[in-house]
C-alpha cells in the first residue's frame, strides 16, 4: 500500500518539477463552469483531520502531508489513494461497532480531493484558510518520561527473524499509573514489533542473569519475555507497524509500582535486507492518580500458542481457524484491536451472549500488515460472566509450505487484544 503511494510521489513530484504552475485560487472549470476546490477553504480541514496525524516528519505515514507545498506536489497519487479507500488506512469494517476517532472519509469529501487534484491543485485565499482538528489518538498530552534500550543493539541480520528482550529499570520512585503511551521504533524498516512487559522487582536477579548470558545487550527471547513465569508478565503496550497510540480512554490507568522492571521485547524482521543498530524507545504520560484501573488483555486459543493446530497448508485458499471463551466475571472493554502475519486475510473479534445474540467488537475485511492499529470504541462494550469472547481469522497460503502458530514472520498468528477493566 505504502509502497504504490511512495512510487506515484516521485512520479507526481517529477512532473511537478516540468509541468505548469499550480494556480493561486479557485478558478472556474473550462468545461463546466463549476467551482475548483482549493487547499486553503476544502481540502487542507480533510488532510489535517484525516492524513497528517500520520503524515507528518517522522510519523508511520512515510512522508509528510502537513503542507501545501508537500500535499500538491503528490496531489494524483493522493486523490487516487483515497478514491479507491486505500488511505486514510481505516481498517475497522463499517457498522461493526462504532469507533473514536474515525478517520475514513465520506464520498463528499473524497470527491472535494479528487477534483482540487484534477483542477490542478489551486491553493485559495490563505487569510480565508479553514483548519481540520486532528484526531486525538497518536500523541500525548504530554510526556512526563521516556524509556529507551539501554544501549544500541546491533540487529542480528544472519536470521530472518530476531527476537531480543531488554529489561529497564523504571526510573519512577513512587507507585503510579501510566495513562497513555507512543512507541517510537529506532528502526521501522527492521521492528516486526514491540511489546513492553511490566515485570515484578523480584524477578531483578533472574533477569541480570539472562543478560549476562551472551554478552550482547538484552538477552534472546520468544512468545514472551522469556524466563518468566507468563502469569507474571502484564502487558503495558505494544507496537506493530502501523499503530497509531496516544492517551487512554475513560479516565484508565495501568499500574506500575516504583520496583517494577520493564521488559521490552523487540522482534527485528530483515526482510528489508537493512542493517545497522536500534535504540527504540516509548514515551509515556503519567498520572499519580486515576479515575479506573484497567490492563491490556491478550487472547488467542493457547493450544495455538503452545501445542500447534492453526495448521495453514501449502497452496491453501480462505482457510479458517476460531476460538472462544466464557468470561468468568463482569468486566468492560474499550478498545479492540487484532494481530496476523503476512498471510492474514480477514479476522473478526465478537461477544455471543447467553440468549444466542453476537456483538461484534472489530472486523477487518481486508487485512493489511503494515496498518495495525488499535480501535477504541464510542462507548465502552459491557461484558457479563458467562458471555463467549470469540476470536476468528483467515489466511490464503499460496506458498509450498504448511505454516501454523509460530514468532516469525514467515509463520502466522491470530491474536486479539483489548484494554479491560473490571468495572
Known amino acids: ?11 507526481v513530484g517529477l512532473s511537478a518539477c516540468t509541468g505548469t504552475d499550480k494556480v493561486d485560487s479557485g478558478e472556474e472549470s473550462s468545461e ?18 484525516s492524513c497528517a496525524g500520520c503524515h507528518t516528519d517522522g510519523g508511520i505515514g512515510g512522508f509528510s502531508l502537513e ?13 487516487d489513494s483515497v478514491a479507491d479507500r486505500r488511505m486514510p488506512p481505516w481498517k475497522a469494517v463499517d457498522g461493526c461497532n462504532d469507533y473514536r476517532d474515525d478517520i475514513t472519509l465520506s464520498e463528499d469529501q473524497i470527491a472535494t480531493i479528487v477534483d482540487w487534484a484534477e483542477g490542478d491543485a489551486p491553493v485559495g485565499d490563505e487569510e480565508a484558510a ?57 528502526r521501522a524498516d527492521l521492528v516486526h514489533h514491540m511489546i513492553a512487559f511490566i515485570i515484578p522487582g523480584s524477578y531483578a536477579e533472574t533477569l541480570a542473569e539472562l543478560e549476562a548470558e551472551d554478552g550482547n545487550p538484552g538477552y534472546s527471547c520468544f512468545g514472551g519475555p522469556g524466563g518468566i513465569d507468563q ?47 536500534d535504540q527504540s524507545s516509548i514515551d509515556f504520560h503519567i498520572e499519580a492518580e ?61 461477544i455471543e451472549r447467553p440468549d444466542g445474540t453476537k456483538d461484534c467488537l472489530l472486523e477487518i475485511d481486508d487485512w493489511d500488515f503494515d496498518w495495525q492499529r488499535t480501535y477504541g470504541f464510542s462507548e465502552p462494550v459491557q461484558l457479563q460472566e458467562g458471555d463467549v469472547w470469540h476470536l476468528g481469522c483467515t489466511w490464503d497460503n499460496p506458498t509450498d509450505q504448511d505454516v501454523d502458530w509460530g514468532e516469525g514472520t514467515g509463520d502466522e498468528m491470530c491474536l486479539g487484544t483489548a484494554l479491560v477493566t473490571l468495572d
Not at 33 to 45: C, F, I, K, L, Y
Not at 314 to 342: C, I, K, N, Q, W
Open 67 to 79: 503542507t501545501y507545498g508537500d500535499v500538491s506536489v503528490v496531489a494524483d497519487a493522493v486523490a
Open 130 to 186: 479553514r483548519t481540520g482538528t486532528p484526531p486525538a489518538t497518536g500523541s500525548l498530552e504530554r510526556v512526563d518520561l521516556t524509556v529507551s534500550l539501554p544501549l544500541p543493539y546491533e540487529v542480528n541480520t544472519d536470521q530472518l527473524d530476531d527476537y531480543r528482550c531488554f529489561p529497564v529499570e523504571w526510573p519512577l520512585e513512587e507507585d503510579a499509573y501510566v495513562t497513555g503511551y507512543v512507541v517510537k521504533p529506532g
Open 1 to 11: 500500500m505504502m509502497f504504490r503511494i511512495v512510487a506515484a510521489m516521485f512520479l
Open 290 to 350: 486515576v479515575e479506573r484501573e484497567g490492563w491490556i488483555q491478550p487472547f488467542t486459543n493457547p493450544l495455538w500458542v503452545f501445542s500447534g493446530g492453526m495448521d495453514i497448508p501449502a497452496g491453501e485458499e480462505g482457510v479458517a481457524h476460531s476460538f472462544g471463551y466464557a468470561m468468568p466475571r463482569d468486566m468492560t472493554f474499550y478498545t479492540a484491536s487484532l494481530h496476523m502475519h503476512t498471510l492474514g486475510k480477514t479476522a473478526r473479534m465478537e
Open 231 to 277: 502469569q507474571d508478565a502484564n502487558w503495558l503496550g505494544a507496537w506493530a507497524p502501523g499503530a497509531v497510540q496516544g492517551s487512554f480512554p475513560n479516565g484508565i490507568g495501568l499500574s506500575m509500582k516504583a520496583d517494577d522492571i520493564l521488559v521490552l521485547q523487540m522482534h527485528y524482521n530483515n526482510t528489508s535486507g537493512g542493517t545497522g543498530t
Open 32 to 49: 463546466s463552469g463549476a467551482s475548483v476546490p482549493t487547499w486553503h477553504q476544502d481540502v487542507r480541514p480533510i488532510i489535517e483531520t
